[in-house]
């Protein structure tokens, strides 16, 4: 049984449904039935084909049947939720994972114990009461705390597993998640996971109940628990968008929170940090690759100027953080990608990834739930590290000052504070000291963010949980029994649910532009598109259209929306984008003209100068071209680009001696293989063969060019050649030596 056949063919069987494909998926979902040992599916299957053979009897009978739309629609639902099933049972019976021997083990439990999770509850409810009773009388509560402990822990995670394991949620589900929302039995951080919980249910198998319990539980407005629920949600109607059309329920449900203020902007944040998590791969290898390996050949230098070796000495006076752009004065560029980093961690990018990736080895992780346990100064694992001699007595300062910072996720937080009992004492030490150095500032901190952003908290609790989710999918040991929600292009702004319920002209302007600032043009063009189908007359709008097709490489639909912007509002950016689209459509003649215009929108425009001498140039018109390469020359001095085209065009011209002197402008290190060919045109234009030869011997040999570009590219400057009068029966035989000569090097 090959189970990435099966999942491939249920996913196949979603796609077809939602193209109403339908005799093709009940053909695959009989070739299912083989492996499933549930006998009643086959009844089930052939039940939901007869239904089908009898909507395509009426419908060709011409039966006019009001309810027909809806009968369809319910049975798409019940082929889906049949393939659904089928899929769970096959997986369930072969896979071997540890999703299914965890189901396994919870049934036998409950089986053993007689008794469902709700009784669980109520004796947890009732001990609770009754150590309140003796408290309150004066009485000791005899029951040993670790014990009680422990059976509270079993319990949660039973609910845990009971919420995610559960393929449907019936009326034992409801009152579940009813108990739990309403009552003081649990604490915040023990309902966050249960979100996570319906999350992964979500996930594994499609059910409205869960979308509905997911939605309860972002209208309570629980910290910590409410952008939990707003994410499993989102990434739930991702991950469904293609069925999500057949449940007109719940889309009214979405409508209706989409009233409320504030949820639309919070749906944005999900959108966008999930979007975040695209550039987390590019940024761990920008820190492996280039910036730590920096960084480690800095480090003596580094010691050096922060001097560590006395940091702990008894003379502290000062407090300060040393200057960044003093300790890399000798790195201008790690400096300034230090900036660039620093500032992707304040907009919520996922800096960490490649740093704590390799310290999910604890116990801790061993035990499924706690991937997704909000970080809390109580919790055991920070407990843990109270016997410490260095970290014990400054434990409560550091897991206060973790619990706070909102740069690192959760599970960082946890990997960070197991990780401190490995370390040597010194840096236990030094560890503690700057968490005490820091504590203040994040509180300061977190008081101006509430107080300038009111949603700083909800984006920050979102961030970090987002950040959690990446790292479960990427990194966690039974990563590969789950699908990655992380793959893919995560366009969940153009998902049925997000344009239905929170699309907005202002929202897919933020979001488009978000793309266009980290370079996912195909991301930024969609929405630029959808935006110019309600304001055609935008001009800025049609220029970042254009932008995008043109970094795309599609320079027609680019050169038509530049043109678009240059009618609705003529500016000097937009009439040399046109320009350079032309150039590469090799339309000189236009382009010239765009450029031109360029330079009367905006005189002072050297670059619109300097591709105007292109123009010409690309036009054989080497005396205008000379012309303008001359006004840069004047206005730019420093500008030392000019020079090769000057050199050019004097040769071109046959103006051999001016051409010399511009040639030999160029600095000798800086020669470029055609600078090289270049020189030998001239050469050979003077006669000097010799000279020419070991011209073009030095562009094939020092620069390495190949023999089929040497060759193409003295083809394309023959007609340049004879103009200059240089004998063309002679061409062939230079080339010939000089190639000749090349292979004897």
């Known amino acids: 049984m090959n189970i990435a056949t099966i999942i491939q063919q249920h996913k196949k069987i979603c796609t077809l449904i939602s193209q109403k494909k339908v005799k093709q998926s009940l053909d695959i979902i009989e070739s299912m039935l083989v492996y499933a040992s549930y006998g009643g599916f086959r009844d089930e299957f052939e039940d939901n084909k007869m239904t089908y053979l009898n909507i395509l009897k009426y419908t060709m009978e011409g039966v006019d049947d009001p309810e027909r739309k809806k009968i369809y629609n319910k049975f798409l639902q019940d082929i889906l939720k049949l393939s659904d099933r089928i899929k769970q049972d096959i997986l369930a019976r072969y896979s071997g994972w540890y999703t299914y021997n965890v189901r396994k083990i919870e049934e036998k439990e409950e089986s053993k114990r007689g008794k469902t999770i709700i009784q669980g509850i109520d004796d947890l409810a009732f001990k609770s009461e009754l150590d309140r009773l003796l408290e309150s009388s004066e009485i000791s509560v005899s029951d040993d705390a670790t014990g009680e402990a422990m059976s509270r822990r079993n319990l949660t995670n039973s609910i845990f597993n009971h919420l995610w394991l559960t393929d449907y949620y019936g009326d034992a589900e409801e009152n579940l998640v009813d108990i739990i929302r309403h009552s003081e039995k649990f604490q915040w951080h023990e309902i966050a996971t249960f979100v996570s919980a319906i999350t992964l249910s979500s996930f594994r198998i499609w059910d409205s109940g869960k979308i509905k319990s997911l939605v309860s539980f972002y209208s309570d407005e629980r910290q910590s628990v409410s952008e939990r629920a707003l994410?499993?949600?989102?990434?739930?109607?991702?991950?469904?968008?293609?069925?999500l059309h057949l449940y007109p329920d719940i889309i009214e449900i979405l409508k209706g929170m989409a009233t409320v203020p504030g949820f639309r902007e919070r749906c944005q944040m999900v959108v966008l940090q999930t979007i975040r998590s695209r550039e987390t791969e590019k940024l761990s290898r920008r820190m492996n690759e280039e910036i730590l390996p920096k960084v480690v050949k800095m480090k003596p230098d580094i010691e050096e100027k922060l001097d560590l070796d006395s940091l702990l000495g008894k003379d502290t006076g000062e407090d300060r953080n040393p200057d960044w752009s003093d300790m890399f004065k000798e790195s201008e560029e790690l400096y300034k990608t230090m900036e660039e980093l620093a500032k992707l961690q304040m907009e919520g990018s996922d800096v960490y990834m490649s740093a704590f990736s390799g310290l999910k080895n604890f116990d801790f992780f061993r035990e499924f739930r706690n991937w997704f346990m909000p970080f809390y100064p109580d919790n055991e694992a920070v407990d843990t590290i109270f016997g410490d001699k260095i970290l014990g007595p400054g434990i409560n300062e550091l897991a206060e000052a973790l619990y706070k910072t909102p740069f690192i996720c959760n599970s960082d937080k946890f990997s960070l504070i197991l990780n401190l009992k490995n370390l040597p004492d010194a840096q236990k030490s030094m560890m503690l000291k700057v968490f005490r150095m820091e504590l203040d500032g994040l509180e300061q901190m977190k008081y101006e963010n509430e107080f300038t952003d009111p949603q700083a908290v909800f984006r920050t609790t979102v961030t970090q949980y987002i950040h959690d989710l990446y790292r479960f999918y990427k990194l966690s040991d039974n990563k590969n029994e789950f699908d990655d929600i992380f793959k893919g292009k995560l366009d969940i702004y153009n998902c049925y649910f997000f344009k239905k319920v929170c699309s907005s002209f202002e929202?897919?302007?933020?979001?488009?532009?978000?793309?266009?600032?980290?370079?996912?043009?195909?991301?930024?063009?969609?929405?630029?598109?959808?935006l110019l189908s309600t304001r055609p007359d935008d001009a800025q709008l049609n220029e970042?259209?254009?932008?995008?097709?043109?970094?795309?490489?599609?320079?027609?639909?680019?050169?038509?929306?530049?043109?678009?912007?240059?009618?609705?509002?003529?500016?000097?950016?937009?009439?040399?984008?046109?320009?350079?689209?032309?150039?590469?459509?090799?339309?000189?003649?236009?382009?010239?003209?765009?450029?031109?215009?360029?330079?009367?929108?905006?005189?002072?425009?050297?670059?619109?100068?300097?591709?105007?001498?292109?123009?010409?140039?690309?036009?054989?018109?080497?005396?205008?071209?000379?012309?303008?390469?001359?006004?840069?020359?004047?206005?730019?001095?420093?500008?030392?680009?000019?020079?090769?085209?000057?050199?050019?065009?004097?040769?071109?011209?046959?103006?051999?001696?001016?051409?010399?002197?511009?040639?030999?402008?160029?600095?000798?290190?800086?020669?470029?293989?055609?600078?090289?060919?270049?020189?030998?045109?001239?050469?050979?234009?003077?006669?000097?063969?010799?000279?020419?030869?070991?011209?073009?011997?030095?562009?094939?040999?020092?620069?390495?060019?190949?023999?089929?570009?040497?060759?193409?590219?003295?083809?394309?400057?023959?007609?340049?050649?004879?103009?200059?009068?240089?004998?063309?029966?002679?061409?062939?035989?230079?080339?010939?030596?000089?190639?000749?000569?090349?292979?004897?090097?």
């Open 231 to 243: 994410t499993g949600l989102i990434l739930s109607l991702y991950a469904y968008d293609n069925r």
């Open 544 to 745: 970042k259209a254009g932008y995008c097709y043109q970094q795309e490489g599609n320079y027609d639909e680019a050169l038509k929306y530049y043109k678009l912007a240059i009618i609705i509002e003529p500016k000097s950016w937009s009439l040399k984008k046109a320009g350079l689209c032309l150039r590469k459509l090799e339309n000189y003649k236009e382009a010239l003209d765009y450029y031109l215009q360029a330079m009367e929108t905006k005189e002072d425009d050297l670059h619109a100068v300097l591709m105007a001498a292109h123009c010409y140039l690309d036009l054989h018109d080497y005396d205008n071209a000379l012309k303008s390469y001359f006004r840069i020359e004047y206005d730019d001095p420093s500008n030392t680009r000019v020079i090769r085209p000057i050199a050019w065009c004097y040769l071109a011209t046959g103006r051999l001696e001016e051409s010399a002197k511009y040639f030999a402008r160029i600095d000798e290190e800086s020669l470029t293989s055609h600078d090289n060919i270049n020189m030998g045109h001239l050469a050979l234009c003077r006669r000097e063969r010799k000279m020419a030869a070991e011209y073009y011997l030095k562009a094939i040999t020092n620069d390495k060019m190949t023999a089929e570009a040497f060759i193409n590219t003295i083809n394309e400057d023959c007609p340049m050649l004879f103009g200059n009068g240089v004998n063309p029966d002679e061409i062939p035989l230079i080339v010939d030596f000089v190639m000749m000569n090349s292979s004897r090097k």
């Open 507 to 530: 929202s897919e302007a933020a979001l488009a532009d978000f793309f266009f600032s980290k370079d996912f043009y195909s991301d930024a063009l969609s929405l630029y598109l959808s």
